[in-house]
């Protein structure tokens, strides 16, 4: 088996901070939005329910994201760690931890909505789904599956490195791992 040095690939602290900001702004607007609702003149967009659902949704959702970037801008692990064992996650709030060499398929790359994410393919995504015991990791990782054709999809956000660069590298290093067992 290939024995190199782990590749440790750091979170990026000024995209989580940006993150940061950004979920604070929509956190303020959500309130802005509860206790000054303003006058659309629209008789959808002028319902009270429809006012104060969208502005608590809004504090609620981005409240969760400004933890978790507070969160994440204080952790001093890596993001990802690349060694013979497989890949570890530490990336975003549904991280995995570690996804071994033997469960990966293939990696992909997709983009949604300028966000990119690094899709991790397993051998048996549903046992991955199935493990979870967060409520919020399994909806995320059943969502992931549906739409990416795996639970893991790794944000590049978070990350302090090239997406494209590290998607060959996990290419090479599965190629390296499955001909080292191969030969073993």
Not at 22 to 42: D, E, M, T
Not at 114 to 122: D, S
Request: with cysteine.
């Amino acid at each position: 088996m290939p024995t190199n040095a782990p590749i440790e690939i750091p979170l990026s602290k000024t995209k989580i901070t940006k993150g940061l900001l950004g979920s604070i702004a929509f956190v303020a607007i959500g309130l802005w939005l509860l206790i000054r609702p303003p006058h659309i003149g629209n008789p959808v967009f002028d319902n009270a329910l429809v006012k104060y659902g969208a502005s608590v949704a809004c504090i609620i959702f981005f409240g969760f994201t400004a933890f978790f970037f507070l969160k994440k801008l204080n952790d001093k692990k890596p993001g990802l760690v690349i060694d013979n064992d497989g890949i570890h996650d530490n990336s975003s709030a549904t991280a995995i931890g570690l996804i071994p060499w033997y469960d990966i398929t293939h990696i992909g790359v997709s983009s949604v909505m300028n966000q990119q994410f690094l899709i991790i393919g397993l051998k048996k995504p549903e046992e991955y789904i199935a493990s979870q015991t967060n409520l919020l990791k399994k909806k995320s990782f059943g969502f992931n599956y549906k739409n990416y054709g795996s639970p893991i999809a790794i944000s590049a956000n978070t990350l302090e490195y090239n997406l494209y660069e590290l998607k060959a590298q996990l290419e090479n290093k599965i190629a390296e791992q499955q001909s080292g067992e191969v030969s073993a």
